[in-house]
């Protein structure tokens, strides 16, 4: 009853607001203990979604930073106030945000997979366009190396492999096993 109460309260704009209810809803979850072993867990699933329904960025708590986590709940409960769980929480998606910036720009500068410029927009999908650059420095690769290559899942590289060959814009030469992939030339006669 008082998260729905809350929740109709807030105000689009009002992204603190939002991400504070996200937390208090976390904090009264796990602090009331109804299982052995999921607490944080669930409690966690239930903050999620509550910003996934704020339209927010989903905070996450990683592992490093979990004594940090439990001392801030030991402080609220001392304290008898959720600003220090707020403050951590806060804190804590701030700094692994800034983590993924910098990971992301890191990766971008040292990608060797770089997609040439493509004024006819044939990839609609970067993923698959890097895949495509990957394929025509080196098409021997396993699902595997490429997904390593692109920094994405084996699962990915599959589908896009899959778009790809349906495009017409790559064949499979030889087995599965011991094959290559091979391009049509659609899009190098394009450009």
Excluded: C
């Excluded at 809350?6 to 607001?17: C, G, M, S, W, Y």
């Excluded at 203990?33 to 999921?38: K, Q, R, S």
């Excluded at 930073?65 to 409960?77: F, G, N, P, S, T």
């Amino acid at each position: 009853m008082w998260l729905n109460a809350e929740r109709h309260k807030l105000t689009q704009e009002d992204v603190i607001a939002a991400y504070d209810l996200s937390f208090d809803a976390h904090y009264q979850l796990v602090t009331i203990h109804p299982w052995v072993d999921g607490n944080g867990r669930m409690s966690r699933l239930v903050m999620n979604q509550l910003q996934f329904e704020f339209g927010l960025v989903p905070v996450k708590i990683v592992k490093e930073d979990r004594a940090e986590y439990i001392q801030a709940l030991v402080d609220a409960r001392e304290q008898e106030s959720l600003a220090p769980f707020r403050d951590f929480m806060l804190e804590e998606h701030i700094r692994n945000l800034s983590r993924e910036i910098a990971e992301y720009t890191k990766s971008q500068a040292a990608d060797p997979i770089k997609p040439d410029a493509d004024p006819i927009n044939i990839f609609a999908d970067p993923i698959a366009d890097r895949l495509y650059q990957a394929i025509l420095q080196n098409d021997s690769l396993n699902y595997n190396g490429y997904a390593a290559l692109l920094g994405v899942s084996e699962a990915t590289v599959k589908r896009r492999l899959a778009d790809l060959k349906k495009a017409g814009m790559i064949v499979r030469v030889g087995s599965n096993k011991t094959g290559r992939w091979g391009t049509t030339g659609i899009v190098e006669g394009r450009k």
